[in-house]
């Protein structure tokens, strides 16, 4: 029976490898004809790998260290742990380097496309998107399928899936997560820095467009949305995919079944998550497919189509893998039905954060339609208007997870909280394709404006970026969604291994109140490091981009070329030191609460830190993406446009938003289920420290 979900898992993840090699090889071959954007291309190419290398150059010094703490700390064949971790580790950072590096060749492919046509230069940006989909999705399962099946080559292995195997898988998903911390982290603070200094002097000092090639800033930009939207987003839900997975084949072998059931239980989640890859590699066929001018319906065909053929394949999947057993799930009796329809209540209700998020940030929403009425008036009213925008944006997806969480332990208890995590990144393939696609339409725009191609060029570029600002957008809240899920469903599998009651978390034990404000202090502490370093960064940055337009007035002049390498070198050095301290802190907060505090305190700060940090994502997320969109409605405008007092008030907006919705915010998803995966990796020394 395990073989069998190990067949499945590593069967799927090899077809969505070959297709994003296939895909990958066919973006490669695509003809550069304009000089200008193969050389421009080039500088970016070469910014994003030199960034990448030395991320990774920095995190290879860290991770070491914690495979051999992981390594000393097991006993007996719990050693394998370190080797899994390091492994989910070096998957993750793959999957981000492929992504990124096909994302970079495709930002002028798409430039050139357009001047074919909307239809062209969505294809080849969503193609390269898809790449980053299948890649994650493909490498999480043959991690965790070849760990497993590698595994199984030990003597009653399926008889040991509590105490041994499950624990050492588990390992891979910690490396991961930590993997995706210092990613996130990193590319956000990276990309800000640039982003901030381009803007502020560029934009609202000098007068120049955003992407304008005499904008000493504009490379180390259009890097950073490779190096933190691409890569960092790609990490993020690596981790997440990974995280559910997991999660809920540790709930599995724990439910109240005969061992035949538990194995049952335990192998679903691999073999639901292959066919997830099935559903949304078809779901790319939907988006190739469609004749649809607007590009944000062809992109809902393919997430939509892939959602309901994931709803329709999963009903003999569960049936036939589930079987007839039950399982008591806290209420009653459950058996498959209840699991599908968990399952299938993740899906839903990922979907509606989606469009919820769709509605807060979209490109002419009623939100984002009373921001940009709010930049008639000034800064200050721009930035109160999207607070308030972001602060209400949290309610009705707090709502739907709260609605899917009841609903699914309704149907199958703990275990159906948990399927329910994993169905909502059950098209994590073609999720991830729409939300890869945003940077990559962003920098084909930039390509087009640093190129001086003609107007019409432009024109398309700016229609597919503004659509990819509300699939980023789509993508962060998903993103948010999931990790609430897949937080709770690890924090629940910690308190099953480390063998805490129910009783612990009552409120009258001072342990849990201590946790939960410690642990909802936790994520604000970390978004004044990442929003600190920033701001460092893009202080630095602005003093170099009016240093460089004094000293070289033939910058403005289109005489003398900007040195863009400087401005690559602050973002790179910032965003490397910075990273440091928000990932430490985030290994330390937990391990330290469990050896100080003890299981009370522990189970608190993971609870405290769920609940503070979704909703500060949220409201991160959500008010950054409404101003981003709402600088550009205006900017679409032909009176009161660019130029105008309203743009400049919407560009002070977009620019405190861009620090939200694409460093602070993203981060708190991995800081809560790095902070849930360090606590089940480490339950057996917990258990033994709490006696």
């Known amino acids: 029976m395990l073989s069998s979900g190990v067949i499945v898992a590593v069967s799927t993840a090899l077809v969505a490898l070959v297709y994003s090699l296939i895909t990958s090889r066919a973006i490669k071959k695509m003809p550069l004809y304009n000089p200008t954007v193969t050389r421009i291309s080039g500088y970016i190419e070469e910014g994003a790998h030199a960034f990448l290398t030395r991320e990774y150059r920095t995190v290879s010094i860290i991770l070491p260290v914690v495979a051999l703490l992981l390594f000393a700390l097991n ?129 609202v000092e000098v007068g120049i467009p955003e992407d304008d090639h005499r904008n000493p800033a504009v490379i180390a930009d259009n890097v950073g949305d490779n190096v933190g939207d691409v890569a960092g987003m790609g990490a993020d839900l690596f981790e997440s995919y990974a995280g559910s997975i997991i999660g809920c084949m540790v709930l599995g072998i724990s439910v109240f079944a005969s061992p035949q059931m538990q194995l049952r239980l335990t192998i679903l989640p691999l073999i639901a998550a292959g066919t997830g890859v099935i559903a949304s590699l078809l779901g790319t066929l939907f988006v190739h497919l469609s004749r649809a001018e607007r590009p944000q319906s062809a992109l809902n065909a393919g997430s939509i189509g892939a959602a309901v053929i994931a709803i329709i394949l999963l009903l003999p999947v569960i049936r036939l893998t589930v079987g007839n057993g039950r399982f008591l799930n806290g209420t009653y009796d459950a058996g498959w039905l209840g699991i599908y329809l968990a399952c299938v209540t993740g899906l839903v209700a990922g979907t509606a954060i989606g469009l919820i998020t769709e509605y807060y940030t979209g490109s002419d929403t009623p939100p984002v339609r009373k921001i940009a009425k709010s930049c008639t008036t000034g800064a200050a009213t721009t930035i109160i208007s999207g607070l308030g925008v972001g602060m209400s944006s949290t309610v009705f997806p707090i709502l739907v997870i709260g609605l899917a969480i009841g609903l699914a332990n309704r149907l199958a208890g703990l275990y159906g909280i948990g399927i329910a995590g994993l169905g909502m990144l059950l098209t994590l393939g073609i999720q991830l394709s729409v939300d890869a696609y945003g940077p990559i339409a962003d920098n084909a725009g930039g390509l087009a404006e640093m190129s001086e191609m003609e107007p019409e060029v432009r024109k398309v570029t700016d229609s597919l970026d503004a659509v990819g600002n509300t699939t980023a957008a789509i993508g962060k809240g998903f993103a948010i969604g999931s990790a609430l899920l897949t937080s709770l469903t690890l924090i629940v599998a910690f308190m099953s291994a480390a063998g805490i009651s129910v009783q612990t978390m009552n409120l009258a034990n001072p342990g849990i109140l201590i946790g939960l404000f410690i642990g909802g202090m936790i994520p604000f502490f970390f978004s004044s490091l990442s929003m600190d370093a920033i701001y460092r960064a893009a202080f630095s940055m602005i003093e170099e981009v009016r240093r460089q337009f004094r000293s070289k007035p033939g910058i403005l002049e289109g005489t003398e070329e900007p040195d863009y390498r400087s401005c690559v070198d602050i973002s790179t050095q910032t965003a490397l030191k910075s990273m440091v301290l928000p990932g430490v802190s985030a290994i330390a907060a937990p391990i330290l609460a469990g050896l100080i505090g003890g299981p009370a305190v522990l189970t608190g700060l993971l609870v405290g830190a769920t609940v503070s940090g979704g909703l500060l994502a949220i409201f991160m997320s959500n008010a950054g993406g409404a101003w981003d969109n709402a600088k550009k409605l205006i900017e679409s405008r032909s009176e009161e446009g660019k130029g105008s007092g309203a743009h400049r008030a919407a560009v002070v907006g977009d620019t405190v938003g861009d620090p939200f919705k694409d460093t602070a915010g993203p981060s708190l998803n991995i800081l809560i289920k790095l902070m849930a995966i360090i606590s089940l990796v480490l339950a057996p020394l917990f258990r033994t420290v709490w006696g």
């Not at 981000?96 to 492919?109: L, P």
């Not at 001047?115 to 991690?143: C, H, W, Y």
């Open 75 to 203: 006993g007996g064949i719990l050693k394998l742990q370190s080797i899994s971790f390091l492994i989910g580790a070096a998957l993750s950072a793959s999957a981000g380097w492929f992504g990124m590096s096909i994302a970079v060749k495709a930002n002028a492919r798409t430039a050139e496309a357009a001047q074919k046509g909307i239809l062209s230069a969505l294809r080849v940006a969503f193609s390269s998107g898809s790449v980053m989909g299948m890649t994650v999705v493909g490498l999480v399962l043959l991690g965790i399928g070849g760990i497993l099946g590698l595994l199984l080559l030990i003597p009653n292995a399926d008889r040991m899936l509590a105490e041994t195997v499950l624990p050492i898988v588990s390992g891979f998903s910690l490396g991961a997560s930590m993997m995706a911390l210092f990613a996130r982290v990193g590319g956000g603070i990276y990309t800000k820095a640039a982003d901030v200094g381009a803007d502020l002097v560029g934009k």
